[in-house]
Nanobody, 126 residues
Framework: QVQLVESGGGSVQTGGSLRLSCAASGRAISETNMYWFRQAPGREREFVGAITWSGSITDYAGSVQGRFSISRDNAKNTMYLQMNSLKPDDTAVYFC???????????????????WGQGTQVTVSS
């Protein structure tokens, strides 16, 4: 059974930073490109960013470009999301996702992913 577990969420003030982790078990993440999504109250889940299986290419939503950075450590079976210069609009539950495919890139739609974590709350106050 594949399991994804996010951690690292919390509450910060505007301009602060957080680092989220997504730890996988049951399957090696080296087999897959990995993704971050987020969902704010009353809004649809939206794409945040992605990283290829090797870590050589990343892709970001325009709203986080230049502020967020994705990395991965395949040896630790873990992906990271470094979030800097946080804004109140970044407040959401953050999810990691995987489709265990190296081929299709990037998959920015929620329905394209089979495996999800439970999410971790990020709250940014002004």
């Amino acid at each position: 059974q594949v399991q994804l577990v996010e951690s690292g969420g919390g509450s910060v003030q505007t301009g602060g930073s957080l680092r989220l982790s997504c730890a996988a078990s049951g399957r090696a993440i080296s087999e897959t490109n990995m993704y971050w999504f987020r969902q704010a109250p009353g809004r649809e889940r939206e794409f945040v960013g992605a990283i290829t299986w090797s870590g050589s290419i990343t892709d970001y939503a325009g709203s986080v470009q230049g502020r967020f950075s994705i990395s991965r450590d395949n040896a630790k079976n873990t992906m990271y999301l470094q979030m800097n210069s946080l804004k109140p609009d970044d407040t959401a539950v953050y999810f990691c996702a995987a489709d265990f495919s190296r081929l299709a890139w990037p998959r920015r739609r929620e329905k394209q992913h089979d495996y999800w974590g439970q999410g971790t709350q990020v709250t940014v106050s002004s």
